[in-house]
């Protein structure tokens, strides 16, 4: 019975079609190097359906990430802002539609590529570029509805000079993404702010350091490595009572904090606080808070790269008690504070179980259904 059943199955079984799958495939895409901030560029995206059969619908879309922005958009686009979401930096979205034949084997290019504006904070950003047969679905609550163009509607145009990919090269059937690396000529400075302790042997003084980037440029690192991390080193006569939750320990009297997460904003600034018991008192005992981790070819100001934490130990009967009064490295401002982001831990500073445990997203808003059907490339 077993067998009769496998062979209902196997004559049940359909024939291969004849010819190649259906497919799309974009063409290779070069990075954009040295753009100046205020310029602007274009992406020129071409693809080949590399099935057998005519397509009669396909979706063209660019996802931009926070430091470029969409110029005038074609009626027949549209283009939403795509929120924060954890360890994604905000994104906008075009998807332009093209109600048109796009037969097989043949190059297919908008007649008129978008172009897309570098923000004066752009450094590290990217244009991801997707094509899609099966239509984008509306992305949901959380993302904002997207907004139609208003200039003249663009087709699809054969491109006669261009090699078409081979005929089944697709690896899916339905989208084709492409990254396009997107550096800017700009820079970002990295500065940290030390910190000048006093207080009696036995004493537990609150420690602030900060890190703060004066800009102009927001800092993405596309390897996903995490975009600021210090190294601190507390003043000699000191143990740790609280360490701060941004912050792991390295070794004796010794921690590494960062920011969490792979990229920060133009306006960052964050401060790590520790509460330090006083144990002896050491002639000169001073610590140091020092960029480290990734090298930082953005930053041009090494000299405000360390700043030193000073204990200065006091007489006194031992009670809890003494202070902190921040110590500027060279360069950095030497007051503390700002818009509260460093001091409760929140906005863009992420702690370092989080992060861990935090999934990397690779898209967002309507690209991250292609992406998911792309998944695998």
């Given amino acids: 019975m077993i067998g009769a059943l496998a062979l209902v199955a196997l004559g049940a079984t359909p024939a291969a079609a004849d010819g190649p799958a259906p497919g799309v495939v974009l063409g290779r895409l070069a990075p954009v190097d040295g753009a100046e901030p205020g310029s602007s560029f274009q992406v020129p995206a071409q693809f080949t359906n590399t099935g057998a059969e005519a397509l009669g619908k396909v979706w063209l879309s660019y996802t931009l990430t926070r430091g470029l922005s969409l ?53 590290y950003d990217d244009v991801t570029v997707g094509i899609d047969t099966s239509g984008f679905p509306y992305p949901g609550d959380n993302f904002s509805h997207p907004e139609p163009g208003s200039g003249p509607a663009i087709r699809l145009v054969e491109q006669p000079d261009a090699t078409p990919a081979a005929p089944g090269s697709a690896k899916r ?97 964050q401060t790590f606080t520790f509460e330090l018991k006083i144990d002896k008192a050491v002639s000169g005992a001073e610590g140091s808070i020092e960029l480290t981790g990734r090298s930082r070819p953005f930053d041009t100001h090494a000299e405000n790269d360390k700043a030193g934490i000073r204990l200065d130990v006091t007489g006194g009967d031992g009670a809890s008690g003494g202070g902190a009064s921040p110590t500027p490295s060279t360069g950095a401002s030497g ?43």
Avoid: H
């Fill in 71 to 123: 110029t005038e958009l074609p009626s027949n686009c549209s283009s939403l802002e795509i929120p924060t979401m954890d360890e994604i930096p905000n994104k906008t979205e075009a998807v332009c539609e093209f109600d048109q034949t796009v037969k097989p084997g043949v190059v297919y290019a908008p007649e008129k590529q978008l172009t897309f504006d570098v923000l004066d904070y752009a450094l």
């Fill in 173 to 269: 059937p339905s989208v084709d993404v492409a990254d396009v690396p997107v550096t800017a000529a700009n820079t970002a400075d990295f500065q940290v702010t030390g910190a000048r302790l006093e207080g009696a042997v036995g004493d537990t003084v609150p420690l602030k350091v900060k890190i703060t980037n004066a800009g102009p440029a927001w800092v993405y690192r596309r390897d996903r490595a995490t975009a600021a991390r210090v190294l601190i080193k507390m003043p000699a006569g000191t143990t740790v009572a609280k360490s701060d939750n941004y912050c792991i320990k390295a070794g004796s009297g010794t921690y590494t904090c960062s920011s969490g997460y792979a990229w920060v904003p133009e306006t960052y600034k």
């Fill in 335 to 377: 007051t503390s504070g700002g818009d509260g982001l460093a001091n409760t831990g929140s906005g863009t500073a992420l702690p370092l179980a989080g992060a861990a445990a935090a999934a990397v997203a690779l898209g967002a808003g309507a690209l991250l259904a292609a992406r998911r059907r792309a998944n695998g490339r």
